[in-house]
């Protein structure tokens, strides 16, 4: 833990991130938590955690219920989601990243859920569905939405109900005495907020206009906070039945099974062990995570029976995103005979 702990203050002590959250344990309970310049309760902006953590979760729940089936066709849920080349693509597809779909959008972010649908729904896609994986927000976008339609209730509202559950205290939209005690981040040169500090606020420029609640990105929550959730995860894929619904080994273990797309790590929502990954060197080939933009990270691996939490406020940083990577990889390796 030393070392690992080292590896962090060096980080902040040449800007990589101003301020650092850490939980790592087993299926049991933590084993290190810690803080460089904050404390383990200090919220942090999730980014792209939000993916697996919000909108896997409220899917996974979605698809237990029956409500949704991940061969269902996105042109059944999506009017304008009709071209011949993108008619095969699935919500599979969508949650593995392979429906051919870009990253981001050409234009600055639209105003309303009804123009980033139709503006997701109708860019030109990248590469033939199921034939690579490409990282895409818009994807999720769309995840979000459908959620939403099929769920009856905002993604936020039925996120709410399973983090409860959980007992972990994750959010969107965080109440202002939380915003307060937020890890602050920088906007990007494009975002229309940039010049100001966000606190509080989702970093991500889509889910700003989307009013800070949407599949790909906007939920806070501390060290600790996903130190609880990642626990509940960790004990399914273990095989634990006792979990809270839908946290059953059997949906954990569809949900973390690596695609089939050739050359992909992804699995629904998560992210897979490569020996380039973020988790670095050390990990077994069941472990699966997730990283954000804003510097956060989440590692779970249910052979060695351990999670490990990094919130960082990259964001906030100035060193570059491969220095972010680096620290990440060495904090995980610092910490593989734990």
Partial sequence: MNAARDVLIRAADIGIFPSAGVDVGDSNGPLWQDAVNGGID???DLASLTKPIATGSVLM?????RRVALDDLAADSFK??????????????????????????VDPPPE????FEHDICTIRLE???????IYSDLGFILLG??????????????????????GARLMFTPAPPVRAQAAPTTPLPED????????????????????GVAGHAGLFGSAQAVGTFARVVLRAARGDQSGPYPFTPELVKLFTTRSRVPGSSRALAWDTMLSTSSCGTRMSAAAFGHVGYTGTSLWIDPERNRYFVLLTNHARGTASRDALRDVRRAFHDALADL
């Fill in 61 to 65: 729940r979605l698809i237990g219920d």
């Fill in 145 to 166: 939405f459908l959620a939403a339609d099929k769920g009856a209730a905002t993604l936020d509202t039925q996120f709410r109900t399973i983090a409860e559950r959980t």
């Fill in 80 to 105: 304008e989601w009709r071209t011949t080349d993108r008619d095969s693509v699935t919500i599979r597809d969508l949650l593995e990243h392979a429906s051919g779909l870009p990253a981001r959008l």
């Fill in 192 to 211: 229309l907020r940039r010049g100001t500090t966000l606190k509080g606020v989702v970093h991500d420029n889509y889910a700003a206009a989307l009013g």
């Fill in 112 to 115: 309303t859920r009804r123009e």
């Fill in 42 to 44: 200090t919220p942090f």
């Fill in 127 to 133: 590469y033939a569905p199921r034939t690579q994986s």
